[in-house]
């Protein structure tokens, strides 16, 4: 959530970043319920003082005096208009909160303008895009997929978008995951393995509650939410603590199992494993001082190229504009990898800042050294990297005119061979 000073003291600067991000909230709305909510307070406030007041005044009149009698009267009367009233203010409390959550991050002074993925900037590509051959062809119209990929018996068994990874398939996935884990670990970043289901509080504090809720997957009797990402459990696992300042920055990873509805999926290009309703992804997440985490993205950003690089796949860097980046996020970058097979840009990561929204919802923070006050750290994330796309991009660009799929000297180690050959 975005300061509250800064909601009621520069409004029309949190207009402006609404509108930067072309968000429908309705900022109106929002501060006429926090003045109405202000308002009440001081009514309820006031008529405790006088409640307190009219206690004191009695204890010092003789008990059944017509004097102490009507203190009783009095104190009555008031103590019936407080109830009614913390009834109104619980009422309203819970309006105020819904629409103080619904308003979006801020984007950052360097986030372009535009509408949506049309407006994002490219700011860099590596690789060379190789020429298309005649035998380079889109991974799902490869006539061996189905002997590494089962679409047919996944949507048996669960529905469309559950694919099965099968042989060489799984343990290619297997192998991603592992390469992504080993690098993460190399660089310094500890590793966590985090649950695969979380609460309302957690969803609520990393923002995709209420904002996403249509997209996740929910289970009616526990109430509980499968993560969309690992940023979900792995940012709350500070959740409500306070920090030592020498503890930052903190650095994490995580692997996981990924669910996402994105019923109609957006319109998008769906066939393939180009966009699937459970899918595994390495998660990096960063805990920053405040005045470091611009410095910090950038980090982040370069980490996730460097591990494309050393896969050889030409890619992307995308700045995204205010309304195409997401409702959390104050800057985000976008790496998309090149398929040749499809000659289209497949997404694989995206590197957010979030400032101080999500650790304002979660309650993170550390202790300054040098004033003492607790300030909230800064929190970013960053997929290193989402396996579909990548394992997509490698099966089309690895296609050999003998149909075998050339692996990247990288992963040579972990699957016990240097290609796919299924044909």
Same mark, same amino acid.
């Given at each position: 959530m975005i300061d509250l000073k800064l909601l009621r003291e520069r409004p029309d600067d949190v207009r402006a970043g609404i509108a930067k991000k072309h968000n429908d909230c309705d900022l109106g709305v929002v501060l006429a319920v926090d003045e109405e909510r202000r308002k009440l307070i001081a009514e309820v406030e006031t008529l405790r003082s006088q409640q307190k007041a009219a206690n004191n005044e009695m204890a010092s009149l003789p008990k059944g005096s017509p004097e102490f009698l009507e203190k009783v009267k009095e104190l009555k009367s008031v103590s019936a208009v407080i109830k009614d009233k913390d009834v109104e203010l619980k009422e309203l409390d819970s309006s105020w909160k819904g629409c103080?959550?619904?308003?979006?991050?801020?984007?950052?002074?360097?986030?372009?303008?535009?509408?949506? /993925?049309?407006?994002?900037? /490219?700011?860099?590509?590596? $690789?060379? %895009? @190789? /020429? +298309?051959?005649?035998?380079? *062809?889109?991974?799902?119209?490869?006539?061996?997929?189905? &002997?590494?990929?089962?679409? &047919?018996? $996944?949507? +048996?068994?669960?529905?469309?978008?559950? @694919?099965?990874?099968?042989?060489? $398939?799984?343990?290619? #996935?297997?192998?991603? !995951?592992?390469?992504?884990?080993?690098?993460?670990? /190399?660089?310094? *970043?500890?590793? !966590?393995?985090?649950?695969?289901?979380?609460?309302? #509080?957690?969803?609520?504090?990393?923002?995709?509650?209420?904002? &996403?809720? $249509?997209?996740?997957?929910?289970? !009616?009797?526990?109430? %509980?939410?499968?993560?969309?990402?690992?940023? !979900?459990?792995?940012?709350?696992?500070?959740?409500?603590? *306070? %920090?030592?300042?020498?503890?930052?920055? *903190?650095?994490? =990873? #995580?692997?996981? #199992? =990924?669910?996402?509805r994105e019923a109609g999926s957006y319109g998008k290009e769906v066939r393939g494993l180009n966009r699937v309703h459970q899918f595994d992804k390495v998660e990096i997440l960063k805990w920053v001082k405040p005045e470091t985490s611009f410095e910090e993205l950038e980090s982040l950003r370069g980490y996730a190229e460097s591990l494309l690089q050393v896969l050889g796949l030409p890619y992307r860097t995308l700045l995204m504009c205010g309304g195409d980046m997401g409702f959390s996020q104050t800057k985000q970058y976008d790496l998309e990898v090149w398929a040749i097979g499809q000659q289209k840009w497949l997404e694989v990561s995206s590197c957010s800042n979030f400032e101080s929204f999500q650790s304002r919802r979660a309650r993170i923070r550390y202790r300054d050294s040098d004033t003492s006050k607790n300030e909230f750290v800064h929190t970013l994330n960053g997929s290193g990297l989402a396996v579909p796309r990548v394992f997509v991009a490698l099966l089309e660009n690895g296609l050999q005119a003998d149909g075998s799929v050339l692996l990247p000297k990288v992963l040579h180690s972990y699957m016990g061979k240097d290609r796919i050959d299924c044909s």
């Open positions: 103080y959550l619904s308003i979006p991050n801020l984007p950052d002074a360097s986030v372009p303008e535009g509408r949506d /993925e049309s407006d994002n900037v /490219e700011i860099k590509q590596w $690789g060379i %895009l @190789p /020429e +298309k051959q005649s035998y380079h *062809i889109p991974h799902y119209d490869m006539d061996w997929l189905d &002997k590494i990929l089962d679409f &047919k018996r $996944g949507t +048996k068994v669960t529905g469309a978008g559950f @694919p099965f990874f099968v042989g060489d $398939g799984a343990r290619l #996935a297997r192998s991603l !995951v592992s390469f992504f884990l080993d690098q993460a670990n /190399e660089a310094g *970043i500890q590793e !966590v393995a985090v649950p695969y289901f979380v609460n309302a #509080a957690s969803a609520t504090a990393t923002g995709q509650l209420p904002d &996403k809720e $249509g997209q996740m997957y929910q289970t !009616v009797e526990d109430g %509980l939410y499968a993560i969309p990402t690992a940023e !979900v459990p792995l940012t709350n696992f500070l959740r409500d603590e *306070i %920090l030592s300042e020498s503890d930052l920055p *903190i650095y994490r =990873c #995580a692997y996981s #199992a =990924c669910f996402r």
